[in-house]
Nanobody, 114 residues
Framework: QVQLVESGGGLVQPGGSLRLSCAASGVIFRIYAMGWYRQAPGKQRELVAT???????NYADSVKGRFTISRNNAKNTVYLQMNSLKPEDTAVYYC????????WGQGTQVTVSS
């Protein structure tokens, strides 16, 4: 069974940094594109960043230049390095496979507040 477990969230001040991790199991991780998503209170879930199986990346305009997605196929893990965090980055962050539907995990809460 596919399982995705996000971790690394927390409370951080504006301008701070966090590194999120997503560990995958039950899947041949290396063959899939991966994405990070977030859902803020009262908002729809949005795509934040993607990385292909070959390592090509794309970012939402709102996070470009501040966030970096990466992957370690040997560890079945995808990361999201978040720098220069803003209050509007506050959300539950999820990872998922680059397939229709995917497998949603529990997410990890990121709160950016003074």
């Amino acid at each position: 069974q596919v399982q995705l477990v996000e971790s690394g969230g927390g409370l951080v001040q504006p301008g701070g940094s966090l590194r999120l991790s997503c560990a995958a199991s039950g899947v041949i991780f290396r063959i899939y594109a991966m994405g990070w998503y977030r859902q803020a209170p009262g908002k729809q879930r949005e795509l934040v960043a993607t990385i292909t199986s070959g390592g090509s990346t794309n970012y939402a305009d709102s996070v470009k230049g501040r966030f970096t997605i990466s992957r370690n196929n040997a560890k079945n893990t995808v990361y999201l390095q978040m720098n220069s965090l803003k209050p509007e980055d506050t959300a539950v962050y999820y990872c998922n496979l680059g397939i229709k539907g995917g497998y949603w995990g529990q997410g990890t809460q990121v709160t950016v507040s003074s």
